[in-house]
């Protein structure tokens, strides 16, 4: 067995890699750039090397820095992980070459299922069905358009050496071939060094299905069942799940005798999966099921393979590459309950999913279920990498209660300042479709919309904020709305949202405490209600589900179904002002309205300096000290932003 492990990858899949590696005995050696050098896999690996910059093709992708790290070390071998270098034939030689066990597919495997031309040629002769197309050497522009006619159209345009939704034109029209043709061999020449392409007939109800196998050096060749990839963004899968719903026994059995063909025609060893592309017009039938390509490589998604399977596939990758035979037999391995896996990112999907960057102030995530995670709060979130904050994954009986336990899962993440998808995940999740497996990789750009308008705090939220900021002060007095109680202003974030709030009475009971240092040691208010299955809310209620308040410092961090707020409220002037505190800024956008004082003028603590009035409502802003005017930068009529400062008073005899 392999006694010392290098793992050339960084965030989660590398933590993911340690732990199983720590579990059987294994030394671990982590790497990294400058920019991850305090990151959580380097915290959790045994020892750590500096590899280069923070760009990756200056450290992760410098594969001689990376072999000089085992080789300095005394590592024994090197498990690629995901992305990087896992599925680069040159760099698996180089380290075979240095002595060291490579932890993945022989460098012919990934070679001969690289390119996709050749990938399918191969395909078809072990009897492997594949998508009707073109994927020939001829590639002037005529002749690809004259088989695109053939094939009909709409039709898909990819880049041989593509992957990651790179290199890919869907053309449903031939007036658009040759402009989407000279587009994608653009992008292809520009990431992957090779601009040939192929073309394939496009399914109008695609799904994307997929086969893990994993093969021995013995010879042995087994599946792992299927997956389900089709819920997909701009070609990024966003939620997984096993087994692929809709699949019958007879159906699963063909498919899964298909991808084993598919492992042995390149005498394959290691983790691999064998994506398909199915029809899903008339269900899942064996004969609208055709191969795509292989990747030679551990899948983001297989933690679902693990739980339906029980099986730890690192595992069994590094007892394959030390020589071992695989554990189980194909009679061995049996499929019990569905599993369902969502990607949390770091982006914004009310932005169209900018990246989100920056340090991890307040993270919490659920522990209901395994998350896979490689960052912790107090990190940060770096550009220099793909986002992704973790991995939430939930085992069930049945497909309904995992949907419904991931559903909870994401609506239980707490996230601030950086912003996540969780609240996408929620509403993705409670589609009416996705719950019913009405399933097609085109669903997620159809809905994705509605599924990522940013949410608004429910009333429960907003009322327990309310409370907690407001604490044992009674009436904000400087309101009028025509009647009592008067209303809390709470404000969110950067002040682009006010909720004025009135506390209902019989509402007050103080929230249980459930501790943790979310707030920099401040208690962390309880979830008010939690709810299996968080409504979808593309309207912009708030969402149910999970609620959670953490007091500190700056204000409320304030969460509801996998949206996070900093939350402000506007409290009567001078009511804990500390001694010398003389700046009085806006509670919120308004309008001046009065000003009752001057520069230079004497004030004392609690006279009335101005009022201004924001939603419909008036504030009288009083002097919280007793003092001087040393600064009044606006005038009656003036609208003023949220947090303009209106008056400054120094602290001094009036």
């Keep these: 067995m392999i006694q010392s492990l290098l793992i050339a990858n960084r965030g989660e899949i590398a933590c993911r890699i340690i732990r199983t590696a720590r579990a059987m005995g294994i030394h671990t050696v982590a790497v990294h750039s400058d920019a991850d050098a305090d990151a959580l896999h380097v915290r959790l690996a045994d020892a750590a090397v500096a590899i280069g910059p923070a760009p990756v093709r200056e450290s992760y992708l410098v594969g001689a820095r990376i072999i000089a790290a085992a080789r300095d070390t005394g590592a024994q071998a090197i498990h690629p992980g995901y992305g990087f270098l896992s599925e680069n034939a040159a760099f698996a030689q180089s380290v075979i070459d240095a002595g060291l066990v490579w932890v993945g597919p022989d460098p012919a495997s990934i070679t001969a299922m690289g390119l996709k031309d050749a990938a399918k040629a191969l395909m078809i002769a072990a009897g492997v069905p594949v998508t009707p197309g073109y994927m020939g050497e001829n590639q002037d522009p005529d002749f690809l358009a004259a088989q695109s006619a053939q094939i009909g159209y709409p039709v898909l345009i990819k880049a041989v050496a593509g992957g990651g939704g790179k290199g890919m034109r869907l053309v449903e029209d031939p007036a658009q071939f040759a402009e989407a043709l000279a587009s994608c061999q653009r992008e292809a020449a520009s990431s992957f060094g090779n601009a040939h392409v192929l073309i394939e007939k496009y399914i109008l109800s695609p799904r994307h299905i997929e086969v893990q196998v994993f093969g021995d050096a013995h010879g042995n060749v087994v599946h792992l069942f299927e997956r389900d990839c089709s819920l997909q963004r701009r070609h990024q899968k966003v939620i997984e799940e096993a087994p692929a719903p809709g699949m019958d026994a007879q159906t699963r059995a063909a498919l899964c005798a298909a991808a084993v063909r598919a492992a042995k025609a390149v ?105 896979d995670s490689g960052v912790d709060q107090g990190g940060s979130v770096s550009p220099f990498y793909d986002p992704m904050l973790a991995k939430l994954i939930h085992h069930a009986p049945d497909r309904t209660a995992a949907l419904a336990g991931l559903a909870a899962m994401a609506g239980a993440v707490e996230c601030w300042p950086v912003r996540t998808n969780a609240a996408f995940l929620t509403r993705a999740l409670a589609d009416a479709d996705v719950i019913a497996g009405r399933l097609d990789t085109g669903l997620v750009a159809r809905r994705g919309d509605d599924w990522a308008a940013r949410p608004v705090p429910g009333d429960a939220l907003l009322q327990a904020v309310a409370r907690a900021i407001n604490g044992p002060a009674p009436a904000l007095a400087g309101w009028r709305l025509n009647a009592p109680p008067a209303p809390v202003i709470v404000r969110i974030d950067d002040g682009a949202a006010v909720h004025a709030v009135t506390l209902r009475k019989g509402n007050s009971a103080p ?144």
């Design 267 to 371: 005498n394959y060893r290691g983790a691999g999966t064998i994506e398909f592309i199915a029809d899903g017009s008339e269900g899942l039938r064996a004969d609208r099921i055709w191969f795509m390509e292989m990747n030679t490589r551990l899948q983001v998604e297989h933690p679902v393979t693990e739980a339906v399977t029980g099986i730890d596939l690192v595992e069994w990758q590094l007892r394959v590459a030390a020589g071992e035979p695989l554990p189980l037999t194909q009679d061995q391995i049996t499929l019990t309950g569905h599993a369902a896996e969502a990607r949390l990112y770091a982006e914004d999907p009310a932005t169209g999913f900018l990246p989100s960057v920056g340090r991890l102030d307040h993270l919490r995530l659920p522990t209901i279920a395994r998350v």
């Design 511 to 654: 929230l249980p405490f459930r501790g943790g240092a979310g707030g920099g040691g401040y208690p962390l208010g309880s979830a008010i209600g939690d709810s299996p299955h968080p409504n979808p809310s593309p309207e912009g209620e708030g969402l149910e589900g999970h609620v959670s308040f953490t007091l500190t410092p700056r204000g409320v961090i304030a969460s509801e179904g996998g949206t996070t707020w900093l939350m402000t409220a506007w409290r009567p002037a001078g009511a804990e002002a500390d001694a010398g505190a003389g700046s009085l800024h806006a509670p919120m956008p308004g309008l001046v309205t009065a000003v009752m004082v001057a520069a230079g003028d004497a004030v004392i603590r609690g006279q009335t300096l101005l009022t201004m009035e924001a939603m419909k409502m008036e504030q009288a802003i009083k002097s919280p000290i007793d003092g001087v005017v040393a600064q009044l930068p606006v005038v009656v009529g003036q609208q003023v932003g949220a947090d303009a400062l209106l008056i400054r008073i120094e602290q001094g005899d009036a």
